[in-house]
């Protein structure tokens, strides 16, 4: 079994019952309190919602982000418009057990996870003393994206 972490926005329709759903979907064991924040990467758009499940999964990394994208299909997504635009649920795989991963497609840890506030705080929730593979601890990357603001 392998402890997951996915991070999990939305801001389109109902936000915080997609989240919800999406949660549930992939078997979150745990999830963070949901936060509002702004729009990143592409400004002109609703605000979000996000949160960070924690999952336990016998699915290896690919197979687990084929799931990840199954449900965000099944909870309405549609892969159109602007990069980073607006989106009824998006699921990121950010962390998958203490694996890098860098292959086409997948790239762990996530490729913009020290870049956003937004999913630092609600994983530092979670997991505050975790390494991040390659860097520091979770807290680490959080004071560091705080000092930066």
């Known amino acids: 079994m392998i402890l997951a972490y996915v991070g999990l926005g939305s801001n389109l329709d109902d936000r915080e019952s997609l989240i919800r759903q999406a ?16 729009p990143w ?9 996000n949160a960070v499940a924690e999952i336990e999964t016998v699915l290896g990394p690919r197979q687990l982000l084929d799931h990840l994208f199954d449900v965000e299909r099944r909870l309405g997504r549609e892969r159109v418009g602007p990069r980073w635009g607006p989106r009824t649920i998006d699921l990121d795989l950010l962390l998958y057990g203490d694996e890098t991963i860098d292959e086409p497609g997948l790239i762990v840890p996530h490729p913009y996870l020290l870049q956003r506030r937004f999913v630092l ?14 860097n520091g601890t979770v807290s680490e990357a959080l004071a560091e994206i705080q000092s930066e603001s």
């Open 23 to 38: 949660a549930e979907l992939i078997g979150a064991v745990r999830l963070s309190a949901i936060v509002e924040s702004e």
């Open 41 to 49: 990467g592409y400004e002109h758009q609703p605000r979000f919602l």
């Open 121 to 134: 705080e609600p994983l530092a929730e979670l997991i505050p003393a975790q390494k991040i593979p390659g």
